[in-house]
């Protein structure tokens, strides 16, 4: 059997990962600089757009890794990269919550 070419879905969760963390991390900066209170319940409700559109490629991700079996690796790797994310969202939230 005839390898696939690497998915390029690859390539868009990584792009994804990086743009969810780029823009929690402004909406986090933006309340710690600003201390404008409406800003933590826009932050929420980013972590749970964010969540849900990244567990849903999360989700096309793991699919792909049966898919394409050549790619698990880079596959996995990305995965760990997206869920990455997670602990960034915490820490963020912990230390808003806190201030």
């Known amino acids: 059997m005839k390898d696939l070419p690497e998915p390029k879905i690859i390539e868009t969760c990584q792009r994804i990962a990086i743009i969810s963390a780029a823009i929690g991390t402004a909406i986090f900066a933006f309340y710690i600089f600003s201390k404008i209170g409406e800003t933590l ?3 929420l409700m980013y972590i749970a757009a964010a969540g849900l559109i990244n567990g849903i490629y999360l989700i ?15 596959i996995v790797t ?8 997670i602990p960034l969202s915490i820490i963020y939230s912990l230390i808003a919550f806190k201030l």
């Open 60 to 74: 096309v991700l793991g699919v792909s890794c049966f898919i394409y079996k050549a790619h698990w690796r880079k």
């Open 41 to 43: 319940f826009f932050g």
């Open 78 to 85: 990305t995965m760990v990269f997206m869920l990455a994310n």
